[in-house]
Every structure is written in structure tokens, then in C-alpha cells.
């Protein structure tokens, strides 16, 4: 397996195939780099060369104790990058790794980041606060760490429920999308998946996204029942220096692998843009 040993020891597994320019693809919680299978065969097959990376404490990566926020993720993907000399790349954040593509691209993409991507992403803040009035209580979060650290098995599988919009009426439901999604979050730790609800419910992505004036594409499902598009999508395109939107009727959260083929044809008209 591909690893690199990053400052504090913890290894990162990641995937790396194809040649040409870099695509660098950031999983959501509390998955892996295989979510991203749909996009990776797509972009390989177009000639790109396509990398994944398993966040540490998901996955094939160290199931480590600490290091779960967004600073520690950001530095990571920077390790890597360096690592294989990344230049000229696009980064592609799902959920989650939307956060830490802008992360990234804002602390350290400078002259190798070409262009991000940020799909039903949880910027710019997800956690309703003072000056946030109308985002996700609190107690929601509170619910998926009770959830998360107590009965995890029992509670991912119902996760995949919302996050696929298979509770909507007339939903195409596919088991083998549900059991891929619970197999990729029992793969990582529980610690770690816990410790990463603060890192992507309570970080505030504004200026980060804010100071980036590469072309940034915004992906958003108006369905998303998990990040809703009002208080994510909608607001992140605003702080945008450089940004562009494509907002998705009837669209769920987990769009990459339900709409793949609707997804990877925005995605490759953006980048050849």
C-alpha cells in the first residue's frame, strides 16, 4: 500500500494512478478515498492523474488519538502534496473535505493549487451560533456524537438513509451504495470520527474562503438533508473571490455516487474551463 509518514508519525494511505495533470480528491466524514471511485475511474480514463487520500483516523491511515481538526487535516493533505510534488493541481472536497480543500488552498496552495472544488461542502460554518443565527443547532451535532460514540454500527447504517436521500418517496434506493458507505466508516476509528464532528460542524471556513482567488466551483443538491444548501452553498459562493455555482434540484448530500454521471460532467467542463 501507498503511505507517507507525516511530522508526528502518523502514516497516510492514499491512491495515485494515471499521469497528466493532478486531480487531488478529499473524502467526507467518516469515509475514505473509496467514495471517490465514480470520479477516479471517470478522470483517469480522461488522462488525468487522480490521487485519494485516506484522512488519518479513517481508512487505511493511523488510527491516531489526536490530530483531528481542520488545521492537523490541512497540513496533512500539505505533507502529501509536497511528497509527490504536486503542481498545477485541482482539489476536490466532498462534505467534509470541501473544508479542507479551502483549508488547504488557503494556508498552503499558493502557486500549486490551479483550481478547487467544493461539493456539498460544509463551508462557510455548519454549527448555528451568535453571529450564525441560522445555522444547525448544536444539539444535532451533540445527537451524531452520542450516536457516533456509543452505538456507531447500528448508527451509520441508518446515516446512509438521509445522506443519499433515500427517504424521499419514489427513491431509487441501492443497498450496495448503503453497505459501501458503512464499510468505509467502520474501516476508521471511533475516535477519530467523533473528534472530526467539532472539526467540520464548528470550524469557520469565512476567511479562507475569503483570501483564495483561484477559480473555485461551487457543488451544491438543494436536497441535501445532511449540509443544507441555504446555510452552506449558498453562502460560501458569496465569499468567493472567483467562484462559480451549480445548485442541484432533488439532489442529496452523497451526490458523487447517486448523480456521478451528472457530477463528473460539471466537474470536467469546470476544469477544462
Do not use: C
Request: glycine share 10%; charged share 20%.
Amino acid at each position: 500500500m501507498s503511505k507517507i509518514t507525516v511530522k508526528d508519525g502518523t502514516e497516510i494511505y492514499y491512491k495515485d494512478w494515471g499521469t497528466g495533470q493532478p486531480i487531488v480528491f478529499h473524502h467526507g466524514w467518516p469515509l475514505s478515498s473509496d467514495d471517490w471511485d465514480g470520479q477516479m475511474m471517470f478522470f483517469v480514463a480522461q488522462g488525468f492523474r487522480v490521487i485519494a487520500h485516506d484522512r488519518r483516523g479513517h481508512g487505511r491511515s493511523s488510527q491516531t488519538s489526536g490530530g483531528h481538526d481542520m488545521d492537523t487535516y490541512a497540513a496533512d493533505v500539505n505533507e502529501l502534496t509536497t511528497a509527490l510534488d504536486l503542481k498545477d493541481a485541482i482539489h476536490i472536497g466532498h462534505s467534509t473535505g470541501g473544508g479542507e480543500v479551502i483549508h488547504y488552498a488557503a494556508k498552503y496552495g499558493k502557486g500549486r493549487v490551479a483550481k478547487a472544488v467544493l461539493i456539498s461542502a460544509v463551508t462557510p460554518l455548519m454549527v448555528k451560533t451568535e453571529n450564525n443565527p441560522d445555522g444547525v443547532p448544536m444539539s444535532i451535532f451533540d445527537e451524531i456524537r452520542e450516536g457516533t460514540g456509543t452505538n456507531r454500527a447500528q448508527y451509520f447504517q441508518d446515516f446512509t438513509i438521509p445522506f443519499y436521500g433515500y427517504n424521499r418517496p419514489g427513491a431509487n434506493i441501492k443497498q450496495a451504495i448503503r453497505d459501501n458507505w458503512w464499510r468505509q466508516g467502520m474501516m476508521g476509528s471511533a475516535k477519530a470520527h467523533y473528534d472530526g464532528i467539532k472539526a467540520f460542524s464548528e470550524t469557520d471556513f469565512t476567511e479562507d474562503l475569503k483570501s483564495v482567488d483561484i477559480p473555485v466551483l461551487v457543488l451544491h443538491g438543494e436536497d441535501d438533508q445532511i449540509v443544507p444548501f441555504a446555510i452552506s452553498g449558498a453562502k460560501a459562493i458569496k465569499l468567493l473571490k472567483n467562484g462559480k455555482l451549480i445548485s442541484y434540484p432533488g439532489f442529496p448530500h452523497g451526490m458523487p455516487a447517486t448523480e456521478a454521471a451528472t457530477i463528473n460532467k460539471d466537474l470536467l467542463a469546470f476544469i477544462k474551463s
